[in-house]
């Protein structure tokens, strides 16, 4: 089976090809002696599209969850425009001011109306004034699409819904990159368009990405690349084409035939 469908135009808005996420070897061992991720190594340029793809259990979740410190990892190292990922608590809470993640559950405050889960950490975090931390949260809502909702709690909300607003609350924080970590696994299947319709949205607009996903018509239309990790080792990292059209590995081929049949 092949695909030729092009990838989302994301027209001249990707100018810097500096990296922005370096991985070297990274080593991480759950507290069982489980080898989760085995030297694993990503770059990760300013602009790209990144998708990793693998069965369950390959160590895709807690690779990215490694980028903002909420795995640790025990070898390697990691940096974020820069910045080194470590044990010291200082250090991640500026790497979190800078990287974005949205969660397979949306983790919205119920409690809280939509806007001010939205405001809560521009306020509390980067030190923006109320007003304009409203203002700008409207204008997020606006552009996922969930606006005319903003004072009602995240329980009167669809799944779609509340994971927009969560979206809208990591965009919130002006992340210089988005963790994805399969936003839409959580969510009925009529509820998934509206989500990745969401994201294709951010990576026109050049908004580094790197998203755990299923979503194979994503991946083709809209990755600048495709990672596929398998027992904690990175087997393939190619091009969408390339990926599903010509995959090198046997583990990958395999994978695919039971994806997409």
């Not at 027209?11 to 090809?17: D, E, H, L």
């Not at 044990?87 to 919205?108: A, P, S, W």
Request: aromatic fraction near 6%; hydrophobic fraction near 40%; proline fraction near 4%.
């Amino acid at each position: 089976m092949t695909y030729s469908q092009p990838k989302a135009d994301r027209g001249n808005t990707i100018t810097a090809s500096e990296s922005i996420i370096v991985a070297k070897d990274v080593e991480k061992w759950y507290s069982n002696n489980f080898h989760v991720l085995k030297g694993v190594s990503l770059t990760v340029n300013k602009g790209e599209v990144v998708v990793l793809m693998g069965p369950s259990g390959s160590g895709k979740s807690t690779f990215i969850r490694t980028f903002n410190g909420l795995e640790p990892y025990q070898k390697g190292s990691i940096e974020i425009d820069g910045m080194h990922i470590s044990h010291n608590l200082k250090n991640i809470e500026m790497v979190r001011r800078e990287v974005g993640m949205v969660f397979q559950q949306f983790n919205l405050f119920p409690h809280l109306t939509v806007l001010k889960n939205v405001t809560l950490a521009p306020i509390h975090l980067r030190g923006m004034s109320k007003a304009k931390a409203e203002d700008m949260s409207m204008q997020l809502l606006e552009r996922v699409g969930i606006a005319h909702q903003a004072n009602k709690y995240p329980g009167q909300l669809s799944g779609g819904q509340q994971q927009r607003v969560a979206i809208a609350r990591a965009l919130a924080m002006q992340p210089k990159v988005m963790l994805f970590d399969e936003p839409t696994s959580a969510l009925d299947p009529e509820m998934v368009r509206e989500v990745l319709d969401v994201m294709r949205s951010l990576a026109r607009s050049g908004m580094t990405m790197v998203c755990v996903t299923h979503e194979v018509g994503f991946a083709r239309e809209v990755a600048d690349r495709v990672i596929f990790l398998a027992d904690g080792l990175l087997v393939e990292d190619t091009t969408p084409a390339n990926f599903f059209n010509n995959p090198k590995e046997e583990r990958t081929k395999k994978f695919l035939s039971q994806i997409l049949h």
